[in-house]
């Protein structure tokens, strides 16, 4: 019983934790990359569970039984961290790259060894390199994404201001 209430209270405070940063990364900020923040965060769950039915890993303590993805670290700390690396490297590819893979290297191994050893979250046919380099990966590939939705706003704000 003991051990359950240990991984509820890791996976809650998981998801609750990094969002009592947003407010200080201002309105402006958190509208602006809200669009990329969403766009990888439904991409990562469409992913896992496409990786639970594969048994790629495996979510051993769900927030809600029967789902088969690890909604505290999607929404948690993977969804605001995303929004704080565009908030803070974005114009600078070099910088969000090495910010991302220095990130991405803390997820996929000290992080990872941490959500083992609580009983949280565990790779079974996915190996700890392999998570790494797809989430570095995909940082390049939402770097490309956020840029396509400046350049579209941009575009409007252009016909707008024409009119």
């Not at 009983?119 to 797809?134: D, H, L, N, Q």
Request: hydrophobic share 50%; proline share 4%; charged share 15%.
């Amino acid at each position: 019983m003991y051990k359950h209430n240990k991984q509820i209270a890791f996976s809650l405070a998981m998801l609750i934790i990094p969002w009592l940063t947003v407010p200080f990364m201002g309105k402006k900020s958190f509208f602006r990359f809200l669009p990329v923040a969403s766009f990888i965060n439904l991409f990562l769950s469409v992913f896992s569970v496409i990786a639970n039915k594969k048994r790629w890993w495996k979510n051993k303590n769900p927030l809600f039984s029967g789902v088969p993805m690890d909604f505290s670290f999607i929404l948690g700390p993977y969804f605001v961290t995303t929004l704080w690396v565009f908030k803070l490297t974005y114009g600078s590819f070099l910088k969000y790259l090495i910010t991302n893979a220095v990130l991405d290297y803390i997820c996929a191994f000290p992080f990872y060894a941490i959500n083992k050893k609580v009983g949280i979250f565990e790779f079974k046919k996915m190996t700890r390199s392999m998570w790494y380099f797809i989430c570095v990966s995909l940082a390049i590939i939402i770097y490309g994404y956020q840029y396509i939705v400046e350049q579209t706003i941009k575009k409007a704000n252009n016909s707008q201001s024409e009119l």
